[in-house]
């Protein structure tokens, strides 16, 4: 299946694309490093974690940092997200075609985009350039992927999880929702804490509330709101 992205333009060092690189196989990275360089692009740093990568830019910006899904650091995708993004760079997602959660995942962090670690190296050259411009990139493998493993990216909830997850993301405080099902507020707790963990096992965390009420639209738990209903002190 073709990505459909488009050619690198050929650089000019007002158009240079900065570039940071997160791996931890030595021989990606160097892999990576030589086809950025031999596409015109200038590599600021390459690291085997995030962390390393933070570090060794010493504040300086790139445009696109290119990451991989799983480092043998034990560090958690939303984490690596986070961490290289903070940099004020975009982030895009290089990564083997299996990881569907970790994929998701990686995009609700705010990753740009991702591109297959099986697709050739020119096709992984345009979608830093595309990422570079602030294109969006055509991610149909991702997109079917993830749209064929629905009961797997569903978080499965009980009855009474779901009561709990409809209540309290419409806006209701945790002690009114145990009011309303007859349940003790710590009862109530550990329900939320359960969601909270089953989003987490299918690739959508949900840490706020806020979140929660994202994942109960998406879910079909609650109905989809109007953007300004997203400020309701929820």
């Given amino acids: 299946m073709s990505h459909a992205l488009p050619d690198p333009t050929p650089s000019t060092p007002e158009q240079s694309v900065r570039v940071g690189i997160v791996d931890d196989h030595e021989s990606v990275r160097l892999g990576l490093q030589a086809a950025c360089e031999n ?40 984490d690596n997200v986070h961490l290289v993004a903070s940099t004020g760079s975009a982030v895009l997602v290089h990564s083997i075609a299996d990881r569907v959660a ?18 050739p190296t020119t096709t992984v050259m345009a979608a830093v350039a595309s990422v570079a411009r602030g294109d969006v990139l055509n991610n149909l493998e991702w997109a079917t992927a993830i749209d064929a493993d629905r ?15 409809h209540l309290y993301a419409s806006g209701l405080p945790l002690k009114m929702v145990a009011l309303q099902l007859g349940i003790a507020h710590s009862t109530a707790r550990e329900y939320l804490d359960r969601i909270r963990v089953k989003y987490v096992e299918v690739g959508r965390p949900a840490p706020t509330k806020v979140d929660l009420l994202r ?5 079909g738990i609650l109905p989809g709101l109007d953007a300004s209903d997203g400020d309701r002190g929820v």
């Fill in 215 to 219: 994942r109960a639209v998406e879910d």
């Fill in 102 to 119: 970790s994929v998701r995942e990686a995009l609700a962090a705010g990753a740009a985009g991702v591109i297959p670690k099986s697709s």
């Fill in 151 to 165: 009961d797997f990216a569903r978080a499965q909830l009980g009855r009474r999880e779901r009561d709990v997850l």
């Fill in 39 to 78: 596409s015109g692009y200038e590599v600021l740093f390459a690291a085997a974690t995030a962390q390393a990568l933070v570090d060794g830019l010493a504040g300086r910006a790139c445009d696109v940092i290119v990451l991989d899904l799983s480092l043998g650091d034990g560090s958690l995708v939303t």
